[in-house]
């Protein structure tokens, strides 16, 4: 089945260490984007990727870096420079964002 | 910038009834996207609807319609004959033309209760 897969489904990291979630897409999308997502605030956009090799920040890109090496894969790390990292992260693609994205199921990172 | 808002953060309804969830956007755009997710417990996003700006017509799919009014920047989701399978956080997005940039409103919360 077509789909975006998101890992781990729940992740916990000690202040002060980088941490890298995956995505990965199976639908030949073109466009990949990362959201957070803090109760009673939505999503909040993090990166987007339009094509390989390249990418756009969004409005909360501090403390985080992505790549975008292979069209199915658009990794997120967060650094130990993101302050609040605690949340809820939610990978999407696009084939037209016209159309609407798909999501993958998100994965809960917790900092301890 | 864009401004979505929905200021209903929780609603509930009875199974089988009506509800109607608000969203008004902020844009001088005049080509742009509307959309309503639902994100249920698993916390996966799906895509219930959605509503191109230079169409007049209310976008239906199935018991889920908008009223879209483009003049007063508001796009409402009403959902018909409620089941308990419609529980859920449901958000408002909005997107313009030629852009990869989609902003969400905050959600509304609801609960449809036997």
């Known amino acids: 089945d077509g789909g975006i897969t998101q890992s781990p489904k729940y992740l916990f990291r000690k202040e002060g260490q980088n941490v890298t979630l995956s995505c990965e897409q199976n639908l030949n999308h073109d466009a990949m984007y990362w959201y957070r997502q803090d109760p009673g605030q939505g999503l909040r956009l993090i990166y987007y990727?339009?094509?390989?090799?390249?990418?756009q920040k969004g409005d909360i890109a501090e403390g985080y870096s992505v790549s975008r090496e292979k069209k199915e894969s658009f990794p997120l790390t967060v650094t130990s420079a993101q302050k609040n990292p605690t949340a809820f992260y939610l990978c999407?693609?696009?084939?037209?964002?016209?159309?609407?994205?798909?999501f993958g199921s998100g994965t809960r990172l917790t900092v301890v | 910038a864009q401004t979505v808002t929905q200021s209903q953060p929780e609603m509930s309804v009875q199974e089988a009834e009506t509800v109607t969830l608000s969203c008004t956007y902020d844009t001088s755009e005049n080509n742009y996207y509307l959309f309503w997710y639902k994100q249920p417990p698993s916390r996966q996003m799906i895509l219930v609807i959605r509503q191109e700006a230079y169409k007049q017509q209310n976008a239906t799919e199935n018991r889920f319609s908008v009223n879209f009014q483009k003049a007063a920047k508001s796009f409402s989701l009403k959902i018909s004959d409620s089941q308990l399978g419609d529980t859920a956080m449901y958000f408002c997005?909005?997107?313009?033309?030629?852009?990869?940039?989609?902003?969400f409103g905050a959600g509304t919360r609801l609960t449809v209760k036997p």
């Open positions: 990727s339009q094509i390989v090799n390249d990418f």
């Open positions: 997005a909005f997107m313009k033309l030629n852009n990869n940039d989609m902003r």
């Open positions: 999407a693609s696009s084939a037209q964002p016209i159309y609407g994205y798909t």
